[in-house]
């Protein structure tokens, strides 16, 4: 088949362009089979169901380039934006820094690194241990942009901790995406071995410019591993992003996800867990917060493969301006998976005519006996807790700015990372704050 | 010393007239005792006082030391000095109550922003018997009447408004409550000079938290005032032998009986 160039195939993410990217031969081989599905894949448009209510139609490929990785883009060691986030995170047990989807700075503790935890840039790592295991969660729920995402895939943090190895502090991933057009391709993979512990964070920033961030996360958990994941998303104002979080989770294995979306123009993440054996329990939680014309979009899916399963979902989002939010989640329960016990729960503030929510719960049980829920809100800030806040002289600004950090204080209550709260918290409020930028929380 | 007066006060709603001429003046340290049959306006007189978006004011004034109130939003009467106590205290979810005294205090002047709120909101949770994990949760939300209430009275003692209008703020509670809330309002009368106008149903309320002058409300107006015995009078004779003692006419409702709680739908989500 002969290979499409930028002319015929009107973008730069031709298979040519995806095998000249170096690296080991297994990712090459990877690449070169995404790449040659992409040039036979239609982009999709919002009258799919997955994609309705985003902005996919206007997706065009042809403004966005691959990345120039040269050899060792040295000035970057270091990506900007960590800053004081990755400061407050705490004590932590490892760093990687990726900068336009290419790692720059991997480091672990010496003392977890003899215990056989890898940190790492998965181009770097052993191919015995990276190749079975990239794509282990993301190939079970592809769509156009992982397969654009395979096809570019060119390195990414790679995160291992061996069976029964337990981490107690966290592990930062900083993903820092720079220049005009650029399209980036962050991977993360996340492996917790049998009874391995282990908590990531991440934080997800650009520039202003025009790009393209096309994610992909992996969570593998093992039969009783436990781990704790919270990415934040503080991309810049021209970023597009799309993004698939996918966890598969094996006996007894519990995540407490966490999702704080605040940037981007349009940023889209779908969040799935498989629970794909007994025992297993997924927690994911999600903050966002639109402004502008942005839009947040967010897919969730909570999978039960099998019996005596619990998850729980909660997302709450507030939209202002002319901002757009989308909640679309299913739970799903497979023939025999009984005892099933999932939850999801989404809801939204409104706080400008123009802005606006969509938020669609979705179950698909096919068991009989499980338990599960779902619970779905969209609503404007109540006349009368700002009528009752203005009885004691609260200012309007300052009414709307405490009732919408009072309703996320649940979520960020049960943030896998307690140290996180308060940067969390200020940043939220940062949003919130057109208005003031005074931290409210110093009173008690 | 403080003046807040009422003249000429009328307000509709959808073009129903409620307030029919309100005429009404309170000096810091009194406390005057609003009472009234249902329907007779006395809790759209507190919110039209606040200047609540859902009433016209078609004539009148209301004046806080010679400064016309109305026209002002609701913040900006509460900041020169207003509070309300609300019978139906509004939930609100994650905000504590640290958090909306601290915002409060920001309008309110350079006197009321002193440093110490931390120590005065404990120092009232003691006085007032609420108890800490009152604090640390949303405001209301999954409060007891009691301890709404109670609540209530912790943000008006910190927030030292010059005047207090309480709405049926002795509804949903017991005898100790009751108590707790009507002694310390009383202190604040002397301690701070608060001036109180207080709308209830019931004379018990006065015995703790003395009423200088009590008010009959009816029809939308005061049609008699007195001492302390008129309330007395009220409880032995109801409104409509008192009105007849009185020799006054008592005019008809003038809004239909309050629904029993507006807002008993919590607010969050």
Same mark, same amino acid.
């Given at each position: 088949?002969?290979?499409?160039?930028?002319?015929?195939?009107?973008?730069?993410?031709?298979?040519?362009?995806?095998?000249?990217? /170096?690296?080991?031969?297994?990712?090459?081989?990877?690449?070169?089979?995404?790449?040659?599905?992409?040039?036979?894949?239609?982009?999709?448009?919002?009258?799919?169901?997955?994609?309705?209510?985003?902005?996919?139609?206007?997706?065009?490929?042809?403004?966005?380039?691959?990345?120039?990785?040269?050899?060792?883009?040295?000035?970057?060691?270091? @990506?900007?934006? &960590?800053?004081?986030?990755?400061?407050?995170?705490?004590?932590?047990?490892?760093?990687?820094?990726?900068?336009?989807?290419?790692?720059?700075?991997?480091?672990?503790?010496?003392?977890?690194?003899?215990?056989?935890?890898?940190?790492?840039?998965?181009?770097?790592?052993?191919?015995?241990?990276?190749?079975?295991?990239?794509?282990? $969660?993301?190939?079970?729920?592809?769509?156009?942009?992982?397969?654009?995402?395979?096809?570019?895939?060119?390195?990414?943090?790679?995160?291992?901790?061996?069976?029964?190895?337990?981490?107690?502090?966290?592990?930062?991933?900083?993903?820092?995406?720079?220049?005009?057009?650029?399209?980036?391709?962050?991977?993360?993979?996340?492996?917790?071995?049998?009874?391995?512990?282990?908590?990531?964070?991440?934080?997800?920033?650009?520039?202003?410019?025009?790009?393209?961030?096309?994610?992909?996360?992996?969570?593998?958990?093992?039969?009783?591993?436990?781990?704790? *994941?919270?990415?934040?998303?503080?991309?810049?104002?021209?970023?597009?992003?799309? %993004?698939?979080?996918?966890?598969?989770?094996?006996?007894?294995?519990?995540?407490?996800?966490?999702?704080?979306?605040? &940037?981007?123009?349009?940023?889209?993440?779908?969040?799935?867990?498989?629970?794909?054996?007994? &025992?297993?329990?997924?927690?994911?939680? %999600?903050?966002?917060?639109?402004?502008?014309?942005?839009?947040?979009?967010?897919?969730?899916?909570?999978?039960?493969?099998?019996?005596?399963?619990?998850?729980?979902?909660?997302?709450?989002?507030?939209?202002?301006?002319?901002?757009?939010?989308? *909640?679309?989640?299913?739970?799903?329960?497979?023939?025999?998976?009984?005892?099933?016990?999932?939850?999801?729960?989404?809801?939204?503030?409104?706080?400008?005519?123009?802005?606006?929510?969509?938020?669609?719960?979705?179950?698909?049980?096919?068991?009989?006996?499980?338990? $599960?829920?779902?619970?779905? @809100?969209?609503?404007?800030?109540?006349?009368?807790?700002? *009528?009752?806040?203005?009885?004691?002289?609260?200012?309007?600004?300052?009414?709307?700015?405490?009732?919408?950090?009072?309703?996320?204080?649940?979520?960020?209550?049960?943030?896998?990372?307690?140290?996180?709260?308060a940067p969390l918290r200020r940043?939220?409020?940062?949003?919130? /704050?057109?208005?003031?930028?005074?931290?409210?929380?110093?009173?008690? | 010393?403080s003046v807040l007066r009422i003249?000429?006060?009328?307000?509709?709603?959808?073009?129903?007239?409620?307030?029919?001429?309100?005429?009404?003046?309170?000096?810091?340290?009194?406390?005057?005792?609003?009472? &009234?049959?249902?329907?007779?306006?006395?809790?759209?007189?507190?919110?039209?006082?606040?200047?609540?978006?859902?009433?016209?004011?078609?004539?009148?004034?209301?004046?806080?030391?010679?400064?016309?109130?109305?026209?002002?939003?609701?913040?900006?009467?509460?900041?020169?000095?207003?509070?309300?106590?609300?019978?139906?205290?509004?939930?609100?979810?994650?905000?504590?109550?640290?958090?909306?005294?601290?915002?409060?205090?920001?309008?309110?002047?350079?006197?009321?922003?002193?440093?110490?709120?931390?120590?005065?909101?404990?120092?009232?949770?003691?006085? +007032?018997?609420?108890?800490?994990?009152?604090?640390?949760?949303?405001?209301?939300?999954?409060?007891?009447?009691?301890?709404?209430?109670?609540?209530?009275?912790?943000?008006?003692?910190?927030?030292?408004?010059?005047?207090?209008?309480?709405?049926?703020?002795?509804?949903?509670?017991?005898?100790?409550?009751?108590?707790?809330?009507?002694?310390?309002?009383?202190?604040?009368?002397?301690?701070?000079?608060?001036?109180?106008?207080?709308?209830?149903?019931?004379?018990?309320?006065?015995?703790?938290?003395?009423?200088?002058?009590?008010?009959?409300? @009816?029809?939308?107006?005061?049609?008699?005032?007195?001492?302390?015995?008129?309330?007395?009078?009220?409880?032995?004779?109801? *409104?409509?032998?008192?009105?007849?003692? +009185?020799?006054?006419e008592l005019p008809a409702p003038?809004?239909?009986?309050?629904?029993?709680?507006?807002?008993?739908?919590?607010?969050?989500?």
């Amino acid at each position: 088949m002969p290979a499409p160039d930028v002319a015929t195939s009107g973008h730069a993410f031709t298979p040519d362009a995806a095998a000249a990217l /170096g690296g080991p031969s297994w990712l090459s081989r990877r690449r070169i089979e995404a790449a040659e599905k992409l040039a036979a894949v239609a982009w999709p448009t919002s009258r799919e169901e997955i994609w309705r209510y985003s902005r996919v139609d206007k997706f065009d490929p042809g403004r966005y380039s691959p990345p120039d990785y040269g050899e060792g883009s040295g000035p970057a060691r270091q @990506a900007p934006g &960590g800053g004081p986030f990755a400061a407050e995170a705490g004590d932590r047990a490892g760093l990687v820094v990726v900068r336009n989807g290419r790692v720059v700075h991997a480091e672990v503790e010496p003392g977890l690194a003899a215990a056989g935890v890898v940190v790492a840039d998965l181009a770097d790592v052993d191919p015995g241990l990276a190749a079975e295991r990239i794509g282990a $969660c993301s190939d079970a729920s592809p769509d156009p942009f992982t397969v654009l995402h395979d096809a570019f895939l060119a390195g990414g943090a790679f995160i291992l901790v061996p069976d029964g190895v337990v981490v107690e502090a966290p592990i930062v991933v900083l993903h820092w995406t720079e220049g005009d057009g650029v399209a980036g391709f962050p991977h993360t993979f996340v492996g917790a071995g049998a009874s391995a512990e282990v908590a990531v964070v991440e934080r997800y920033a650009s520039t202003d410019q025009e790009m393209l961030v096309d994610a992909v996360v992996e969570l593998d958990l093992a039969e009783n591993a436990h781990v704790r *994941y919270l990415a934040v998303q503080e991309h810049g104002t021209g970023t597009w992003q799309v %993004a698939l979080q996918r966890a598969h989770l094996g006996r007894d294995a519990t995540l407490r996800s966490s999702a704080v979306a605040l &940037g981007g123009d349009y940023a889209r993440l779908r969040s799935e867990s498989l629970l794909a054996a007994e &025992g297993a329990e997924s927690d994911l939680l %999600a903050v966002y917060y639109g402004d502008g014309d942005q839009m947040l979009d967010f897919r969730t899916l909570q999978d039960h493969a099998a019996p005596h399963t619990r998850s729980d979902l909660l997302f709450k989002g507030a939209v202002e301006d002319r901002a757009r939010s989308v *909640y679309s989640g299913l739970i799903r329960v497979r023939p025999g998976a009984q005892k099933v016990d999932a939850h999801q729960s989404n809801r939204n503030l409104v706080l400008s005519e123009g802005a606006g929510a969509e938020s669609i719960p979705n179950l698909a049980i096919e068991a009989d006996d499980v338990r $599960c829920t779902h619970a779905s @809100a969209v609503g404007p800030i109540d006349d009368d807790a700002l *009528y009752y806040l203005a009885t004691r002289g609260v200012s309007p600004d300052d009414a709307e700015r405490l009732i919408v950090l009072g309703f996320f204080e649940d979520v960020f209550g049960r943030l896998p990372l307690p140290s996180l709260e308060a940067p969390l918290r200020r940043s939220v409020n940062e949003k919130v /704050g057109h208005l003031h930028p005074s931290d409210p929380r110093g009173a008690r | 010393m403080s003046v807040l007066r009422i003249s000429g006060l009328r307000a509709e709603i959808g073009g129903h007239e409620i307030l029919r001429g309100v005429d009404l003046e309170v000096r810091s340290g009194e406390v005057h005792a609003l009472m &009234g049959p249902n329907g007779s306006g006395k809790s759209t007189l507190a919110h039209v006082i606040m200047g609540r978006g859902d009433y016209d004011v078609t004539g009148g004034s209301v004046t806080l030391d010679g400064e016309e109130l109305l026209g002002l939003p609701t913040w900006q009467r509460a900041a020169r000095g207003l509070f309300l106590a609300m019978q139906y205290p509004v939930e609100l979810p994650g905000v504590r109550v640290g958090d909306l005294l601290q915002a409060a205090r920001r309008t309110a002047g350079p006197a009321a922003a002193a440093p110490g709120l931390g120590e005065r909101i404990t120092a009232e949770a003691a006085r +007032l018997g609420v108890r800490d994990e009152f604090l640390s949760r949303g405001v209301n939300v999954e409060f007891s009447g009691g301890e709404k209430k109670r609540a209530e009275t912790l943000q008006l003692a910190v927030l030292e408004p010059a005047f207090a209008i309480l709405d049926e703020i002795d509804s949903g509670l017991d005898v100790d409550a009751l108590a707790d809330v009507a002694r310390r309002i009383e202190a604040m009368t002397t301690e701070t000079g608060l001036g109180v106008v207080a709308i209830t149903h019931y004379a018990r309320l006065l015995r703790e938290l003395r009423a200088d002058r009590v008010h009959i409300f @009816a029809g939308g107006r005061v049609v008699a005032s007195g001492g302390p015995e008129l309330a007395a009078g009220l409880e032995r004779a109801g *409104y409509d032998g008192l009105a007849a003692e +009185l020799g006054v006419e008592l005019p008809a409702p003038v809004a239909p009986p309050e629904p029993a709680d507006p807002f008993a739908e919590p607010v969050g989500f």
